[in-house]
């Protein structure tokens, strides 16, 4: 809320915000291919995969409700855009110097996609591994994956740092939803 706030009324953070973007701004191709990662084109097949193997792999093993977490994860997915696209539209923040006068950068659609497919994937595949060593694993190379996708963006100069910082914020309620979803859905019997 505080972000959404400061940005709409160009206040004191968001001033800040584009004063960092300024020495943030660097395009270059390692960049712009980080950036890419948080395409859909590139995102939501990777979680396609993910949600495909999860639910084999809970039907082979006569799960009951074997379909829930692939489904609720991918009509999470769906959603991004439900609520990215308004807000963008609500607030209609000018993207930084790079891209032009157009607007409708805030939210961060890449950065929601991103963190919502890569995130998401990894919330469905880590009670399919064994072992902390795997599941570590996983989530640091979610953080990576979503941290370089922030990198790209900024240093690229396609979005602002509270574009990002406000799409993690709200991907973070929205998977935090989906962790409780399945997390009680996998008490239920078997």
């Given at each position: 809320m505080l972000i959404t706030w400061q940005v709409a009324a160009h206040g004191p953070l968001a001033r800040a915000d584009e004063r960092l973007s300024d020495r943030l701004v660097h395009p270059g191709r390692v960049s712009e291919l980080l950036a890419d990662l948080g395409n859909v084109t590139v995102a939501v097949?990777?979680?396609?995969?993910?949600?495909?193997?999860?639910?084999?792999?809970?039907?082979?093993?006569?799960?009951?409700?074997?379909?829930?977490?692939?489904?609720?994860?991918?009509?999470?997915?769906?959603?991004?855009?439900?609520?990215?696209?308004?807000?963008?539209?609500?607030?209609?923040?000018?993207?930084?110097?790079?891209?032009?006068?157009?607007?409708?950068?805030?939210?961060?659609?890449?950065?929601?996609?991103?963190?919502?497919?890569?995130?998401g994937a990894a919330l469905v595949l880590i009670p399919w591994l064994r072992g902390a060593g795997a599941r570590r694993a996983l989530l640091v190379g979610c953080l990576a994956l979503n941290l370089g996708v922030a990198f790209g963006l900024i240093r690229r100069g396609y979005h602002w740092p509270l574009d990002v910082a406000a799409s993690w914020c709200l991907c973070a309620v929205l998977l935090l939803s989906l962790r409780l979803l399945l997390g009680r859905n996998s008490r239920q019997p078997k």
């Open positions: 097949p990777v979680l396609a995969v993910v949600l495909g193997y999860v639910a084999w792999r809970a039907r082979t093993a006569g799960r009951e409700r074997w379909w829930l977490p692939s489904l609720a994860t991918a009509a999470l997915m769906a959603v991004v855009p439900a609520l990215i696209v308004p807000l963008k539209e609500l607030v209609a923040r000018p993207g930084p110097p790079v891209m032009g006068p157009i607007t409708g950068f805030y939210p961060s659609g890449h950065t929601a996609t991103a963190a919502i497919a890569y995130g």
